[in-house]
């Protein structure tokens, strides 16, 4: 199974099929916001059709009921992850796994991970405008520790994070880390980014890697590239 997902941030199903097209071998690619609002749902019938594996990246953050009922539906989609925003608390997170379970009706339930802090947060801005006072890392912690409470399957965290978070919550529990870039790539809007070879040192279970493959001038080789630095 590939280390490596594939974030499809595009606005349209013909440029989602002409890259995918690329590839000979099922990848694993995640679908977000949006493309999701510019495709609708049925954009994961069009990838799991073309053989690859999906994690459906819409951070859920709503009231426990109503996470519940949007799980329930996404159970049945197909999807290989899901997630939700740990700041939703205990509650909202186990309402989300019942979701998913009831939805699955006995068959496999997608993974479900928690977003702790997302990679664009700095410290200044979570103390001053979200007004969480101390460290990025406690905060990622907290917020880890309390989706493991809540049965959840992991966290996307910061690669920096990784290490910390399979200390606390066990190396079976998934990170799954966003904001990689080859070193030669800008960070562009992302602040807490690192190259994949680091990630793998850090022990990280999976990398989101967007900008780095879509827009490359030969998409597969270096997701190749990429692949062979996590292993």
Same mark, same amino acid.
């Given at each position: ?40 749902? +049925? ?52 309402? @989300? ?51 493991? @409470? ?13 290490? @910390? ?19 030669? +790539? ?18 990280? +279970? ?26």
């Amino acid at each position: 199974m590939s280390r490596t997902i594939v974030a499809l941030d595009f606005s349209s199903k013909e440029e989602v099929v002409n890259f995918l097209n690329k590839f000979d071998k099922p990848i694993y690619v995640k679908i977000g916001m949006e493309l999701t609002y510019a495709c609708g749902l +049925d954009i994961i019938q069009t990838v799991k059709a073309m053989g690859h594996h999906i994690f459906l990246d819409l951070k859920l953050h709503d009231i426990p009921n109503t996470v519940k009922g949007g799980m329930k539906n996404l159970a049945n989609l197909g999807v290989d992850i899901v997630n939700v925003h740990c700041a939703g608390g205990i509650a909202m997170m186990k309402a @989300a796994v019942e979701g998913l379970e009831i939805g699955a009706n006995g068959n496999k339930r997608p993974l479900c991970i928690g977003v702790t802090q997302l990679t664009s947060t700095s410290k200044e801005m979570m103390n001053e405008e979200l007004g969480i006072p101390g460290e990025v890392m406690d905060s990622v912690i907290k917020y880890a520790k309390n989706a493991k @409470a809540a049965g959840l399957d992991g966290v996307v965290c910061s690669v920096h994070e990784a290490k @910390a978070i399979h200390e606390a919550c066990g190396d079976d529990f998934l990170t799954v880390t966003p904001g990689i870039r080859l070193a030669s +790539d800008s960070k562009d809007d992302q602040k807490r980014v690192a190259t994949p070879d680091y990630a793998n040192e850090q022990g990280c +279970d999976y990398i989101v890697v967007g900008r780095s493959i879509t827009k490359s001038e030969d998409p597969v080789k270096t997701y190749d590239l990429i692949e062979d630095m996590m292993k």
